[in-house]
């Protein structure tokens, strides 16, 4: 999730560089699973398709940044392109793990549609929320005196219930 809600300084420095160390330790966990990245804001991105290439995934979460592809959270969207990419693995065990700190307002998929797409095709989702500091505030530059300058939150912080009924879908068939 590149919104920019994760620009929030309740984890420090901020959400994003905080996912971003979370990230890498996780990805050292599974040096030879193929993994991709796939980012999204307003709009969705493959950023990395599946790969092994531990190196590679490595610079690819550190390249991340927020602002270029708006300034929504678009979760279904994300979701699906997932689920695409994942139709192409020859892999036996099919996982996607979502990252995000906020609730979905954009996108042609609501993040439910995308889970049942996921459970369909024997895609379990994980979902994991970052932050939720419901007075979390996103930095929007500095005043005439240069300190820094604040505002809460658009929408609030995690959506636990959207994000529990997403990772629940796949147990559906199970």
């Known amino acids: 999730d590149l919104s920019r809600s994760m620009m929030a300084e309740d984890l420090k420095p901020n959400r994003v560089e ?10 050292a966990l599974f040096p030879k699973d193929r993994i991709g990245i796939i980012i999204f804001a307003e709009k969705v991105f493959t950023m990395l398709p599946l790969s092994t290439d531990l190196d590679l995934i490595l610079k690819m979460v550190d390249q991340v940044k927020i602002g270029p592809l708006g300034d929504g959270t678009n979760i279904g969207d994300a979701l699906a392109l997932g689920v695409g990419r994942l139709l192409q693995s020859q892999a036996k065990s099919k996982v996607l793990i979502l990252l995000t700190d906020g609730v979905s307002n954009v996108g042609m998929l609501t993040p439910l549609q995308a889970a049942e797409m ?10 994991v929320g970052i932050g939720g500091d419901k007075d979390a505030r996103i930095p929007i530059g500095p005043n005439l005196f240069g300190t820094q300058r ?3 939150i658009p929408g609030g912080s995690v959506d636990e219930k959207s ?4 990772a629940r879908i796949y147990r559906d068939w199970e």
């Open 118 to 127: 996921a459970s369909e095709n024997k895609i379990k989702i994980y979902t």
């Open 18 to 27: 905080a996912a971003k160390q979370k990230i890498k330790d996780f990805v």
């Open 150 to 152: 604040y505002q809460m």
């Open 163 to 166: 994000l529990k009924e997403i």
